[in-house]
């Protein structure tokens, strides 16, 4: 199937053809022709399929066919749940829209109101936002929508997640009632079920993943590893297979930011993206990876969600999320439409139950594999299994009741979990050797430094390979290779 056969225009098509795009994935194949046939759309998608370019590209097509948007007016809106996925859905609507006279904005908060203010003034075609600003915006008579055209609530399951119920259904009662809807989801649960009923009708249903999948280019595996022990494991794996460009997810905000310092103080540089960040800096971080003078992006779940750069090859879980769900989000940055990838996971004892939930989840057990000179004093069996994991025989048993009294220290610490995903980390470096048993007293020293966030000792070491980074540019084609990622999709009408 070619893009040309799905009622394209020619202007369209070309924008397309520029980004190397040659075959539509499952997603984009089913959802244009249902979108420009005026038809409601409820898609189970996860982020790498494509689902951006499927609603976008019709939205344009639709669009480019009626009145320009009159001042003060918008014809589609987009709402999604992060500030990332809203900027990058309007890099794609520009870029796909580049060759139409059709205007895009995106709204969100943490920058300043007024250049926003501005840009709606005179009406925009397709608006970009997420619930809260576009809120103030409204409260501000600074948007009309009595000639809208299209709803698109993007990544709900996540909206939901986030909280944003009371502020969508607010939004929602500013929308005329003749409208076309698209909503998509990674997952189709209840609770969107329920969102689905008061806002899309009669909808083709598309459902490009099983449910709760994980995209079969992504090779996964997890190492067991001591909590304690978790950076130094993180600093070799991406010294010895020299990783180029790499999303560590972190639990916690304070989490991102030790590792980030560790990653930083072993020469491999690293910037932190979370909520407590500006915008500025979290705008700053992402284009500084994408560029590749930052090797390391280290994000909460929160933060990271849209993140979307091509063909990111490693993504590694610090931290076990608490969500199995977010599992699946996680590793979706990885093996993006058709492209191969690597999850990592770092498996502490403590997150034996955790990895168990996942597994049973995605419905395949995670190959374990062991680090040379970072061996667990546990392994890991596969869930189902009674224990949680098993001590290696010759190790010493840890005390359960430590690490509970080590979690409740760290709530009393106050740091506190940021919204329901968060709990706490440590966070440890080493100096890029592997290390066994009988570490030198000096590589202790340093790496008890770089723990506490101080300057380790000098050593010898070869240069820093700042600089060096991945390929992948958000600017740039990725080499698309039309595959199709999902061969499954179905369409329900
Ligand atoms: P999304 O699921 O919308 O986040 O898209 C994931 C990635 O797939 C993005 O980097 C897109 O540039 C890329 N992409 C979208 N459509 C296609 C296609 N038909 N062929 C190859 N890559 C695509």
Same mark, same amino acid.
């Given at each position: +199937?070619?893009?040309?056969?799905?009622?394209?225009? &020619?202007?369209?098509?070309?924008?397309?053809?520029?980004?190397?795009?040659?075959?539509?994935?499952?997603?984009?194949?089913?959802?244009?022709?249902?979108?420009?046939?005026?038809?409601?759309?409820?898609?189970? $998608?996860?982020?790498?399929?494509?689902?951006?370019?499927?609603?976008?590209?019709?939205?344009?097509?639709?669009?480019?066919? !009626?009145?320009?948007?009159?001042? !003060?007016?918008?014809?589609?809106?987009?709402?999604?749940?992060?500030?990332?996925?809203?900027?990058?859905?309007?890099?794609?609507?520009? %870029?796909?829209?580049?060759?139409? @006279?059709?205007?895009?904005?995106?709204?969100?908060? #943490?920058?300043?109101?007024?250049?926003?203010?501005?840009?709606?003034? *005179?009406?925009?075609?397709?608006?970009?936002?997420?619930? #809260?600003?576009?809120?103030?915006?409204?409260?501000?008579?600074?948007?009309?929508?009595?000639?809208?055209?299209?709803?698109?609530?993007?990544?709900?399951?996540?909206?939901?997640?986030?909280?944003?119920?009371?502020?969508?259904?607010?939004?929602?009662?500013?929308?005329?009632?003749?409208?076309? *809807?698209? +909503?998509?989801?990674?997952?189709?649960?209840?609770?969107?079920?329920?969102?689905?009923? !008061?806002?899309?009708?009669?909808?083709?249903?598309?459902?490009?993943?099983?449910?709760?999948?994980? $995209?079969?280019?992504?090779?996964?595996?997890?190492?067991?590893?001591?909590?304690?022990?978790?950076?130094?494991?993180?600093?070799?794996?991406?010294? /010895?297979?020299?990783?180029?460009?790499?999303?560590?997810?972190?639990?916690?905000?304070?989490?991102?930011?030790?590792? &980030?310092?560790?990653?930083?103080?072993?020469?491999?540089?690293?910037?932190?993206?979370?909520?407590?960040?500006?915008?500025?800096?979290?705008?700053?971080?992402?284009?500084?990876?994408?560029? =590749? %003078?930052?090797?390391? +992006?280290?994000?909460?779940?929160?933060?990271?969600?849209?993140?979307?750069?091509?063909?990111?090859?490693?993504?590694?879980?610090?931290?076990?999320?608490?969500?199995?769900?977010?599992?699946?989000?996680?590793? =979706?940055?990885?093996?993006? &439409?058709?492209?191969?990838?690597?999850?990592?996971?770092?498996?502490?004892?403590?997150?034996?139950?955790?990895?168990?939930?996942?597994?049973?989840?995605?419905?395949?057990?995670?190959?374990?594999?062991?680090?040379?000179?970072?061996?667990?004093?546990?392994?890991?069996?596969?869930?189902?299994?009674?224990?949680?994991?098993?001590?290696?025989?010759?190790?010493?048993? @840890?005390?359960?009741?430590?690490?509970?009294?080590?979690?409740?220290?760290? /709530?009393?610490?106050?740091?506190?979990?940021?919204?329901?995903?968060?709990?706490?980390?440590? $966070?440890?470096?080493?100096? !890029?050797? @592997?290390?066994?048993?009988?570490?030198?007293?000096?590589?202790?020293?340093?790496?008890?430094?770089?723990?506490?966030?101080?300057?380790?000792?000098?050593? *010898?070491?070869?240069?820093?390979?700042?600089?060096?980074?991945?390929?992948?540019?958000?600017?740039?084609?990725?080499?698309?290779?039309?595959? *199709? @990622?999902?061969?499954?999709?179905?369409?329900?009408?």
């Amino acid at each position: +199937m070619s893009f040309a056969s799905l009622g394209l225009n &020619a202007a369209i098509l070309k924008a397309v053809e520029k980004q190397g795009y040659d075959t539509p994935s499952a997603i984009q194949a089913q959802a244009i022709p249902a979108v420009l046939a005026g038809q409601d759309v409820m898609a189970a $998608a996860q982020t790498g399929t494509g689902k951006t370019a499927g609603f976008t590209l019709p939205i344009l097509e639709l669009l480019s066919k !009626g009145s320009r948007a009159q001042r !003060g007016q918008v014809r589609a809106l987009v709402l999604t749940p992060t500030r990332e996925l809203a900027a990058q859905v309007q890099e794609s609507v520009a %870029t796909y829209g580049v060759n139409l @006279p059709l205007k895009s904005a995106v709204v969100f908060g #943490g920058v300043s109101i007024i250049p926003q203010l501005a840009a709606l003034r *005179n009406g925009v075609d397709i608006l970009v936002a997420t619930p #809260g600003r576009l809120l103030d915006l409204c409260q501000q008579k600074a948007i009309s929508f009595n000639k809208l055209e299209i709803l698109v609530l993007d990544e709900a399951d996540r909206m939901l997640d986030m909280g944003f119920i009371r502020d969508i259904k607010k939004v929602l009662a500013l929308l005329p009632a003749q409208r076309q *809807n698209l +909503m998509f989801s990674a997952t189709f649960s209840d609770e969107i079920r329920e969102l689905a009923k !008061g806002l899309v009708n009669n909808p083709v249903e598309i459902s490009v993943t099983p449910r709760n999948a994980t $995209a079969n280019t992504v090779t996964q595996c997890v190492y067991p590893l001591d909590k304690t022990r978790k950076s130094m494991a993180l600093i070799e794996l991406i010294n /010895t297979n020299d990783w180029k460009q790499v999303l560590v997810f972190s639990r916690t905000k304070h989490g991102a930011n030790r590792l &980030a310092k560790s990653l930083d103080a072993a020469n491999i540089k690293a910037a932190a993206i979370h909520g407590n960040k500006s915008q500025t800096a979290r705008t700053k971080a992402l284009a500084d990876f994408k560029a =590749g %003078t930052v090797q390391v +992006m280290v994000a909460t779940d929160i933060a990271a969600r849209g993140i979307d750069i091509d063909q990111l090859p490693f993504v590694v879980n610090f931290d076990l999320p608490n969500v199995p769900e977010d599992y699946v989000h996680r590793i =979706g940055r990885t093996g993006r &439409a058709g492209a191969t990838g690597q999850a990592v996971s770092l498996v502490g004892l403590e997150e034996v139950k955790l990895l168990h939930d996942i597994e049973r989840l995605i419905k395949r057990t995670i190959e374990r594999k062991q680090l040379p000179g970072f061996e667990a004093p546990f392994t890991i069996p596969e869930a189902g299994s009674r224990s949680g994991g098993h001590k290696a025989n010759s190790v010493k048993k @840890p005390n359960p009741n430590r690490s509970k009294h080590a979690q409740q220290a760290n /709530t009393a610490q106050g740091d506190k979990p940021a919204r329901q995903y968060d709990s706490r980390q440590q $966070a440890r470096s080493k100096d !890029g050797q @592997p290390q066994g048993a009988n570490k030198p007293k000096a590589a202790g020293n340093r790496a008890e430094a770089i723990a506490n966030g101080n300057k380790p000792p000098q050593r *010898n070491r070869p240069p820093r390979r700042s600089g060096t980074g991945g390929s992948a540019n958000s600017g740039t084609p990725a080499s698309k290779g039309g595959v *199709n @990622p999902y061969a499954n999709a179905k369409v329900k009408s």
